[in-house]
Each structure stands twice: as structure tokens, then as C-alpha cells.
């Protein structure tokens, strides 16, 4: 998996997956605790699960503070523009409208089938 791909979506949301995948392999590892090899590679992967959801919480609380920090650094017409919206949203779009971007709503140009609806309305 590729670390962009790992670390984007809700990092809480895949930080529980893994803590909880940790726990049964954990669980697991304690049913096969007879068998010396199955049992070291039981707690070898509940030990990498467990390493990280706890890696993932930590990013998730980090990516948190640090999206607090930059709200209260925006200025107040930044944060009254976009009270009425929501904020991740109301930001990307007043971002992209400021600086001209993919998001900033301009009409696309219209296709031929437009066009020729356009001449025979």
C-alpha cells in the first residue's frame, strides 16, 4: 500500500481497524500458544498490527491539532465567509476561488450538443 494511500481517508476510522485486527491476532496467539512457530508469527503480526493503529492514533491526533492551529490562524473575514458552510469545504472552495483553481466555480465551455440545442430552442 502506498504511504499516500495509507494516510489519507480518516486515520481514527483505520487506526480502530488495526487496533482491533492486533487484538484477535493477539487472541489468536494466545490460543496457539502450544505451537512454538505459529505462535511467534501470531504475536509477530498482532505486534505489527497493534504498532500501527497506535502510529495511526498518534497521526490522527497530530493531523488534528495541527488543522486547529491553522483555523485559528485564519483571518476573521476567512472564518465569517465560511461559518455558513462547512469548514474543510467552505475553505477549499474560497482557496480555490482566490487563487483560480479546478475548484473555482466557472462555467465550463459548452459542447457542441449544447450549442446546437441552444440554436433550435
Do not use: C, H
Amino acid at each position: 500500500m502506498a504511504l499516500q494511500q495509507f494516510l489519507s481517508g480518516d486515520p481514527s476510522k483505520q487506526s480502530t481497524l488495526y487496533l482491533a485486527i492486533g487484538i484477535i491476532s493477539l487472541v489468536k496467539a494466545i490460543a496457539v500458544r502450544n505451537d512454538p512457530n505459529r505462535f511467534r508469527r501470531e504475536l509477530l503480526d498482532a505486534g505489527l498490527f497493534l504498532g500501527v493503529g497506535i502510529v495511526l492514533r498518534r497521526y490522527s491526533t497530530l493531523k488534528e491539532e495541527k488543522r486547529a492551529e491553522i483555523k485559528s490562524g485564519l483571518p476573521d473575514w476567512a472564518t465569517t465567509r465560511t461559518a455558513s458552510t462547512d469548514s474543510e469545504t467552505g475553505l477549499a472552495t474560497l482557496a480555490n476561488r482566490l487563487t483560480g483553481g479546478p475548484g473555482s466555480e466557472q462555467e465550463p465551455e459548452p459542447t457542441l450538443r449544447d450549442r446546437a440545442r441552444g440554436v433550435v430552442s
